[in-house]
């Protein structure tokens, strides 16, 4: 068993992975309100642990010791969704906060493991520069880094949320290797070199990898299997809805957007014309689109009708179960219940890494 620190804790996803893993929580840290509310109502918190509300005001002298520190620093200068300032913005630059708290510290009090999350694009902001920087403040502290590019999806979750989580070894400690994690088939998940896109290769024993275009030519129409169309005015290629139990509609360079198929996961559920960059909808049996703080999600039903997805499916996307959703949504409205899960890790993927944590 190990002992950990959770910082910038949400609603402790972290926590609750770590704790199913065998290990200990000593203490967190949460800026917002809400968010700690649900924390403090979620898990079995001791009387005495340590609690810090803003990472700029703690000081290294009253952190319990622990083993590890956990830490999915804001994404909000980082995502591509934001302004992608990076480590220039002030959101996203308070990872330095908890390297400075690591300076801080005694060395022989340093923990043995930095445990950190944040999204796919930490990879590429600034030109990679930032995950460089990264890189280099983690040496500079004394620690050997090792990463991976995962997916929730492949922890039994239906959502597609890809993040980058890296593990930080105190040099000078022993400890294996975390990474990679491997699929239930023995093959390795995806791993990305920083600042490039990421090289898969396929097993020939798996289904093919689908056809995409490159650009330019024109999509073939098809009548097969279709059932409806959810443009008002029912008519359009874009608002065609196939039946799943049909052949796959013809592949169209269709600047993004995707054929229908029911059942399917949609993005912001209460706006029918929603125009947007990339996809709104999903196809049948595809993964949720990753879960965010600001978007909404719903679902395409058998009559073309969209339901919104409820807080309680978003907190169940993220690995939840409903006792906690419960115990939350106790204290929480549900525009931050909603918030909250976006906000998240997956508890099923801190899990997984924290129990090959020594």
Same mark, same amino acid.
């Given at each position: 068993?190990?002992?950990? &620190? ?29 968010? %700690? ?30 083993? $590890? ?8 200068? =980082?995502? $591509? ?8 913005? *002030? ?22 493991? &930095? ?38 999806? %492949? ?5 597609? #949320? ?8 105190? #040099? ?34 798996? =289904? ?12 073939? *129409?098809?009548?097969?299997? =279709? ?36 059942? #399917? ?8 014309? *929603? ?20 978007? #909404? ?33 106790? $204290? ?6 909603? *918030?909250?899960?976006? %906000? ?15």
């Amino acid at each position: 068993m190990l002992t950990f &620190l959770d910082f910038f804790a949400g609603i402790g996803g972290f926590r609750r992975g770590m704790e199913m893993a065998g290990h200990k929580c000593l203490g967190h840290c949460e800026w917002d309100k809400y968010a %700690n509310a649900s924390y403090e109502v979620i898990h079995d918190i001791e009387e005495g642990e340590w609690f810090g509300r803003d990472i700029r005001d703690v000081r290294a002298s009253e952190l319990p010791r622990a083993d $590890v520190w956990c830490f999915g620093f804001p994404c909000q200068d =980082i995502s $591509v969704a934001g302004k992608q300032l990076g480590f220039d913005g *002030k959101r996203s630059s308070l990872f330095f906060t908890v390297t400075r708290l690591i300076r801080d510290t005694q060395e022989e009090n340093r923990p043995k493991y &930095l445990f950190i999350e944040n999204v796919k694009n930490l990879f590429s902001v600034n030109g990679g520069t930032d995950f460089l920087k990264l890189l280099i403040e983690l040496d500079e502290i004394g620690y050997d880094a090792e990463w991976q590019l995962l997916n929730t999806k %492949n922890f039994g979750l239906p959502q597609n #949320r890809e993040r980058v989580f890296i593990v930080g070894h105190l #040099r000078g400690t022993s400890g294996r290797k975390v990474f990679p994690i491997t699929g239930s088939n023995g093959k390795n998940l995806e791993q990305v070199v920083p600042g490039s896109d990421a090289q898969r290769v396929y097993s020939s024993d798996g =289904i093919a990898r689908t056809l995409k275009s490159e650009g330019g030519g024109q999509g073939a *129409k098809t009548g097969l299997y =279709i059932v409806g169309n959810v443009h008002p005015s029912g008519k359009g290629m874009n608002g065609q809805v196939y039946d799943s139990q049909g052949l796959a509609p013809t592949l169209t360079t269709n600047k993004g957007e995707g054929q229908k198929i029911l059942v #399917r996961p949609v993005l912001t559920p209460d706006r029918v014309e *929603k125009r947007q960059n990339g996809r709104r909808f999903k196809e049948d049996g595809e993964p949720m689109f990753t879960l965010t703080a600001q978007d #909404r999600h719903g679902v395409m039903l058998n009559d073309y009708r969209i339901r919104r997805l409820t807080p309680k499916e978003c907190w169940r996307l993220q690995g939840w179960n409903d006792d906690d959703f419960d115990k939350a949504a106790s $204290v929480c409205s549900d525009s931050q219940l909603y *918030k909250q899960a976006g %906000n998240g890790v997956s508890v099923p993927v801190i899990y997984e890494i924290g129990k090959r944590l020594e």
